[in-house]
């Protein structure tokens, strides 16, 4: 075989790989958009012969050889090109120890898990969704076994979402951020709490969509590339490239904010995706490199930017516009306040910077004894009450607003939840570096976002995959991830909003 | 080869192709529902590597072998495989007539098309289509000439929709119902107006969409299987099996009567669709056998069951509860005679019964001087304003309102029109079989659809793709097709509306 020509077939099967991501991505997007409530056995059909075909052209006999080939002669490739054969052999390498039958059985259940997890949520019913919840844990274990016999299965879990990640680091850094945001909490709650009445009212959905797209806008998102749709939980999602890229909400009648930053999460999350340089569209290389750099985007622009100040009064005046009634007698200090109330809550998605990590860490905790096999699944609620009360101090009055929330289980993503703190985190020492050069305060009152986008586009966003993750944050610093610059930016912030 | 271990490949092939439709499908759909402006491009992409896979699939050498030692052992096989075996060679063997490279090229640049016509509808702009579109009606030309050289091309395209259809065959249809209908039009030209103007006002969307969904329970569809969104131009398109419909409407703020008779229209494709026999999902029988046996059901419901005085005596105190502001003043009567109000008009899909042939002759004609490189397709907006003319004495004040109104072409779907006028036909005659009976009246005027449906499912429906069009239709007939049934059903209905 020839080099170039070997190079042609990389980028043929890559070409096929997009397509039939592109095509199961949709198939998963059309079930929690559009689909009729009856169909989901009709998508487990069509996604279980999508992922054989998938799972052939990954771990088949020609493209093993292929890639052998290309690995063999890495020293002659482009940088870009030997880094393609890298990923596809980590991938495929994993794959080919699941045996197809298994692989397949698991994409058609969990087709069926978010239909049965959308039913459960709704009537609040854990018990309907527990057995098929164990039967994910259970795959997810049987797959580190066979993927990482040497590993604790948790661990296995952990590397696919953040590459490198282990149960040692995740608690070193959980146990860093625990021993200031404690006391941090502690102090606050001595402290005179803010009002967050000004985010409570009636919010007509239309005019929330419609906010929500000037906030698109806003952010600085094509929507000729980016989409935006209603689901139970919000989303985003990329079809076969980053020039498809769309994000999901979920409007709540009585309350803005919460899809207000779901918005701007999401928000975002595509703004990553659609970052990546054009020359990797359609290859291994497109999107983003590790869901704790994802979030460190997504929570970059939630809360660093969205939840400050600056950001708040740039964006009241629209407030005013969209919601005249309800934001009569309200200025935008109240509003900021309203915003960064530190309150022990219920729901993650919805908590302030400072409780946030609290959220993570239950998920985390219940994670790691699952699949340490302390703890049973059928057990998961009482749990999750027990770790609520003893981590937030709140008391968890159904499954629904507790260990129902969340959409990830359903969908297999076990090991994902510390990505959203390790991303909060290096976001804060992302925000630090690029004050060094970009004069975020004045961007941000101004509506600006295009100087932080460009910063952002050139440091992460266009280099997809080309990086293992913590290079690629480590090279954007300019010095090592250190926990405790996210939690010096949270006590200063709060400390100036509570007096302390 | 074993001939079970054969029929067992015989399936696993057929829930392959079903789950390249559905992705297909759902691609498309997702262009004309969702989809960012700017995404086209990464849809062709994605289709285009979809439908090289569905091509080497159905033309691959070991499909082709599987076909065959199953065709020389049919005498063996099952009604049913036996029927599956036919179908798949009769596909296969013009398929691989045509070079791959051109067929997935033409899937590509249909995609392209779709995305270029909404563009030339939304600004009138017949100059920006017609350079793809002269492409489309190229390789529908050319694709002819590899499938069947010895067929005129439009003969082979008519075919597709309606198997058996020839041009001689239309002319012969379409003169008959010109012999009849010039002379009605005539008289009811003749007559005093009926006036309309209790369909136009303000229409709230969405009371139309709640409206739309009532309407699809009344009809008796399954809305556990059948969903409903908005697109440019209505349709009805199923994902991988008759478990999975989707429907769509337009709605205009003026008018309830175009989205509320495009929702009956659809939901008689969907019903069709639906109504496969539980057995035939996943295989190639499932769904509709020909487009004039699905016109057959759309336009049965929508004009011989929808404009029935019995119909509109049942949907009245709908339209009073969705629009009360709009109904005040008015009778059930008044809209039943506004409801079929002849006039010659512009819009094919807005027609009276009585002139909508005439809008499918239009086409007809064009598309057949096309295909017979009579007429170039720059020409076609001047030869479609003439004909309008000509046929309906209308003019025609613009493209968007001309030429550019259906999204046929652009799809690719040349030789379909005639299916409707076709349709239309069958669906008087099985009318008139059907209330040998049911009492359709006395079901009409309580809004009891399921004898109705009962009786279509039983001898239509249920039956999918197990016979020829013809055959089915004659079987469920008892008798030929009469064109003259229709023309007598009009004269009748439009005689006493008119006091002719």
Known sequence: ?????????????????????????LIYYDGVTAAPKGTAANRGQTLSVLSEEQYILSTGKETVE??????????????????????????????????MDEFVAYQQLLVEADDVWHTAKETDNFDLYCPILEKIFETEKRFAGYCAPEKHPYDYCLDKYENGLTME????????????????????SEKQ?????????????????????????????????????????????????HHDVRITTHYFKDNFAS?????????????????????????????GVSMGIHESQSRFYENLLGRSREFVSYIFPKLCEYFPEQMKNTTAEDVYKALNLVKPSLI?????????CLHVMVRYELEKRVMSGELAVK??????NKLYKEYLGVEVPNNKQGVLQDSHWSGGSIGYFPSYALGSAYGAQLLRKMKQSVDIDECL???????????????????????????????ALGEKFDPFVYTDYLEKKYGEIYNI
Not at 169 to 188: H, Q, T, W
Not at 231 to 238: D, L, Q
Not at 463 to 473: E, I, K, Q, V
Request: glycine share 4%; net charge negative.
């Open 348 to 356: 993650r998605i919805d908590a302030d910077e400072v409780t946030y």
């Open 66 to 99: 292929l890639l052998e080939f290309l690995d063999e002669h890495k020293a002659e490739l482009s940088e870009k090109d030997a880094r393609i054969v890298y990923l596809a052999l980590k991938d495929i390498r994993d794959m080919q120890k699941i045996p």
């Open 1 to 25: 075989m020839e080099i170039n020509q070997a190079i042609e077939k990389l980028y043929k099967l890559q070409a096929k790989l997009s397509a039939y991501n592109h095509a199961s991505a």
């Open 379 to 384: 057990d998961l609620p009482t749990e999750w």
């Open 169 to 188: 680091k995740c608690d070193e850094f959980f146990a860093a951020l625990k021993s200031r945001l404690v006391p941090l909490i502690k102090k606050i």
């Open 193 to 241: 709490q803010v009002s967050d009445k000004c985010l409570w009212g009636e919010f007509d959905e239309s005019a929330q969509e419609k906010f929500s797209y000037d906030l698109m806008k806003t952010m600085g998102i094509d929507l000729n590339h980016c989409g935006l749709a209603t689901t139970e939980h919000p989303f985003t999602i990329s079809f076969g490239s």
């Open 259 to 287: 899809s207000m930053y779901s918005v701007i999460h999401e928000g975002g999350h595509a703004l990553y995706d659609m970052g990546s340089a054009d020359d990797l569209a359609y290859t291994l290389l497109d999107g």
């Open 445 to 475: 009152r101004s509506g600006n976002f295009a100087p932080i986008n460009d910063w952002n586009k050139e440091n992460i966003w266009k280099h997809g995959r080309m990086m293992d993750p913590n290079d690629l944050l480590e090279k």
